[in-house]
C-alpha cells in the first residue's frame, strides 16, 4: 500500500534527479552523471571538451560551444558507428531541447545485432542539481546505447564553462 501511494505521489507531482554515479537497479544500472569542465577561450565565448571510454565498446565525444550565434557542436564515435550534430541559435539563453535516436543493424559473433542509440542534448538545468563547482552550466548531453538484448548503458554529462 506504500509504494501505491509513493508511486500516486510521483506520477502527481515532479521527480527531478541526476542519474547517479552507482550501479544499482536493473534498468539504469550503467548509467553514470558527469561534470565536465570545458577548456575555454579568456572570454568564455569558445570551449571544447573531450571525453572517451571503454564501457561496452570504446568511444570518444566531442563538445564544442561558441557564441555569436550561439554553436552547439557534438560528435561521438564508437566501433559500430559515428554521429554529428549542431545546434545554432541567436541567444545562448534560449531553452532548447534536441534529442535523436539512431537504430542500426550489424553481423555480430552471435549473428545479427541491432544497435540502438538515443541522444539529448539541453540547455535547461532546472531538472538536475548543478554542481557549486560547475560556474557556468553550458549544455546537458544524455546518451544511451544498447546492443542487442545487452543492458542498457550510457551516461548524462553536464558540460561546464569555468
Excluded at 500500500?1 to 539504469?28: D, E, T
Excluded at 555569436?68 to 545546434?87: M, V
Aim: contains cysteine; negative net charge; glycine residues 6%.
Amino acid at each position: 500500500m506504500l509504494v501505491l501511494a509513493i508511486l500516486c505521489s510521483m506520477l502527481l507531482s515532479q521527480v527531478n534527479a541526476n542519474w547517479k554515479s552507482s550501479r544499482s537497479g536493473p534498468i539504469r544500472a550503467d548509467m553514470k552523471f558527469y561534470v565536465m569542465n570545458m577548456t575555454c577561450n579568456d572570454a568564455r565565448t569558445r570551449c571544447e571538451a573531450c571525453k572517451s571510454g571503454h564501457e561496452g565498446g570504446i568511444y570518444l565525444d566531442l563538445f564544442e560551444y561558441s557564441e555569436g550565434p550561439a554553436k552547439f557542436h557534438f560528435e561521438g564515435t564508437t566501433a559500430t558507428s559515428n554521429w554529428k550534430d549542431s545546434i545554432l541559435q541567436e541567444d545562448p539563453l534560449e531553452p532548447f531541447r534536441y534529442c535523436t535516436q539512431n537504430k542500426n543493424t550489424y553481423w555480430g559473433r552471435s549473428g545479427i545485432v541491432t544497435h540502438r542509440f538515443y541522444l539529448c542534448v539541453d540547455n535547461i538545468f532546472s531538472d538536475i542539481t548543478v554542481p557549486t563547482e560547475c560556474f557556468r552550466p553550458i549544455a546537458l548531453i544524455s546518451t544511451s546505447s544498447q546492443h542487442g538484448d545487452d543492458r542498457q548503458i550510457g551516461d548524462q554529462t553536464l558540460y561546464c564553462a569555468n
